[in-house]
């Protein structure tokens, strides 16, 4: 393979930009993780170093150093003699974030129905309607992008720093997960789910916003169980 066909093949990476000197690694580990995340290497898929190499224009140091990196978050994995390759996704890392984010969000709702500034009202109400734009245009990474950002002005309307810091990293785990969930179909359901929550927060009503948000939650880890039976190959099981 020459050097236009490795770049083609990893045509979703951008060629970095000479920075200062010991900062190449940081940023194609940001490179790698990004693409990982978003699904462009797909769990289980082997990545070509020599590819990586000649797409971002750099030396194989800093990604070898990148990919050890990510195999520590496990986001990859080292295999001796064989190479590299997206992690597939394990279910009980998954499950285990999903019961963090299904305790403190549902507080987090709570607690927003009884403290939420009405500025931060507002934003909600602002970027569910901007979510109902993204769905109307089929924008799938627009919609996964809003919808992030409808749970994160929930938790920093409250200004929790340490509480909106362990929700942020139980996301991080899941959001392969999230977006292999992504479909039209989904992103409906889940802005009718969005805007209970919203009524609930909205009248004050804190038990109902926080039922609103654990019904949610609970919807996502159902369809992710269904999910992984139909596609086993993504996942391990222990």
Avoid at 131 to 146: K, M
Avoid at 148 to 175: K, Q, Y
């Amino acid at each position: 393979m020459d050097a236009i066909d490795k770049r083609k093949r990893y045509n979703f990476l951008a060629r970095l930009e000479r920075g200062a000197r010991g900062h190449t690694t940081e940023q194609v580990e940001r490179c790698l993780r990004s693409a990982i995340v978003a699904l462009d290497f797909a769990p289980g898929e082997f990545i070509d170093k020599g590819a990586v190499c000649t797409t971002l224009g750099v030396s194989r140091f800093p990604v070898s150093e990148a990919l050890a990196r990510l195999a520590a978050e496990g986001l990859v994995e080292i295999l001796p003699q064989r190479g590299s390759r997206a992690a597939r996704i394990r279910l009980s890392e998954v499950r285990e974030s999903m019961l963090i984010r299904q305790a403190l969000e549902g507080m987090v709702a709570e607690a927003a129905a009884k403290h939420l500034s009405a500025v931060a009202i507002e934003a909600l109400r602002s970027n569910l309607e901007a979510q109902q734009e993204a769905v109307s245009r089929g924008d799938r990474p627009g919609f996964h992008a809003l919808d992030l950002d409808f749970h994160t002005i929930l938790v920093e309307g409250l200004e929790m720093p340490r509480v909106a810091a362990v929700i942020d990293a139980s996301r991080a785990n899941i959001d392969r997960v999230r977006r292999l969930l992504s479909s039209p179909r989904r992103h409906v359901v889940t802005l009718a789910e969005h805007w209970e929550i919203f009524r609930a927060l909205e009248t004050h009503d804190a038990p109902a916003t926080r039922r609103a948000m654990e019904a949610h939650l609970d919807a996502v880890v159902e369809e992710l169980e269904r999910f992984s039976v139909e596609h086993a190959e993504v996942f391990v099981q222990a």
